[in-house]
Each structure stands twice: as C-alpha cells, then as structure tokens.
C-alpha cells in the first residue's frame, strides 16, 4: 500500500546550524500535509501544516517545502537549538482524504 | 487552558485484564481519535469518532473498544484479546470542517501488560 517514509532516521546537528529533515510520500492524492514533534515520553506537538496548492509555508523558524513533481515535503529548522532536540514525524491525508496517515519519525540530535 | 488530557500517564496491568484509558478535551472539537505507538515507530490508528455516538474501526481495532456519549470524552479500553496491549496510547481531537485540520495530541498514556 502506499505509505508515507522519512530518508532519515537519525540526523545529528551542531547547535545553531540548520536542520533538514525529509518525508518522501507515494500517495499523489494526498493534499494535506503535517509536520509535527514529539518529545520523549510527550504526546506529538503540531509544528506547521501545508496544502497542496502551496509549495512552500514559512513559520517561526521553520520552513516547509513541498514539491509535488518528486512527491517530496521537507521540514527546515533555522539555527538548531538543543531544545529542538525530538523525532519528527510528517503525516498526510492520502485516499483517505480525513484521516491522516503518519510516517515513521526522524529523530534529531542537536549537539551543542 | 484549553486542551487534552490523558490519565493516567504511566498504567500497569496483569495479562487477561481489561483497561480503559481515559481521554478528555475542553478544545469543543468534534472529532476525536486513538493512536497506538510502538518504540521507533509512527502512529498506528485504532478508533476514531467524528460525532458523538458515533465511531469507527481504525487500522488496528481488533482488541480495543470504544464510546463516544458526549462530546469531551473518548475512552478506549484495551480487553484481554489484544495480544500485544503493551504499548504508548496517544488521544487527540480535531476541529471538523470542510478543509482537513491538525490533529491535537494529548500526553499519552503508557500502559504495559505484565
């Protein structure tokens, strides 16, 4: 079936650099996407969504990219804090269209 | 504040017990869900309800059960015929429109079946 994955399932930085983690997805229905952080032990935290008329959307510090062609969605951290330090996971709508279905997380090290 | 809670955060159970999980929201959202984790890996859907009194199977229901009698409140219990119950079981809400909308996590429970 068609799922969403992550390229990466570690990704160590040094503090005050920039993060990026990727999700590549196979459903070219999906027009919703997630990106949200998980701290160990705590329950996901919402970082920054994006639809699929948009290919890029800007928060504070942190930057989405979505590029339809390569089926491909990025999330950009700048000048990496260790509190940044979590497992990142994307999520999409796919066929389901109301449900969202969540990839596996990457987890990033920030070292300081 | 607004938000999810889940009690308790830590729950410890003896094999062929049943347990319910409590999950309550002050957010006025209709839709509510259950998530199971497993260590290192992605959130696996087991229950979700759009409406209260209404509900429905997620990818992994067999095992677990559900109701939904009024709106904040979305208990999941984990029956003695789920083989692996031990696991990190994660509520969330979400507001229901025409766009979808960012799903809204509680805390977690971690429940572990001796």
């Known amino acids: 079936g068609e799922s969403v994955g992550l390229h990466l399932p570690t990704l160590s930085v040094q503090e005050g650099d920039n993060s990026i983690i990727n999700c590549a997805y196979s459903n070219s229905a999906s027009d919703y996407f997630i990106w949200y952080k998980q701290e160990s032990g705590k329950g996901p935290q919402f970082i920054i969504d994006i639809r699929s008329n948009m290919d890029k959307r800007q928060g504070q510090r942190v930057t989405v990219l979505l590029n339809k062609t390569v089926k491909h969605l990025s999330l950009q951290i700048a000048a990496t804090q260790p509190g940044d330090s979590a497992v990142y996971f994307c999520?999409?709508?796919?066929?389901?269209?109301?449900?969202?279905?969540f990839g596996g997380g990457t987890r990033l090290m920030v070292k300081p | 504040d607004g938000g999810i809670t889940q009690s308790p955060k830590y729950l410890f159970r003896k094999e062929g017990q049943n347990v319910t999980l409590s999950c309550e929201q002050n957010?006025?959202?209709?839709?509510m869900y259950w998530y199971r984790q497993d260590p290192g890996q992605g959130l696996r859907l087991i229950y979700y309800s759009q409406i209260v009194n209404d509900f429905q199977k997620g990818d992994i229901a067999e095992g677990y059960s559900v109701s939904r009698e009024k709106k904040e409140s979305f208990p999941l219990t984990v029956t003695s015929a789920q083989k692996n119950p031990t696991a990190f079981y994660l509520c969330?809400?979400?507001?229901?429109?025409?766009?979808?909308?960012?799903?809204?996590f509680g805390p977690g429970t971690r429940l572990t079946v001796t």
């Open positions: 957010l006025n959202h209709d839709a």
């Open positions: 969330a809400s979400s507001i229901q429109g025409r766009l979808l909308r960012e799903q809204y």
């Open positions: 999520a999409e709508n796919g066929d389901a269209g109301n449900m969202l279905t």
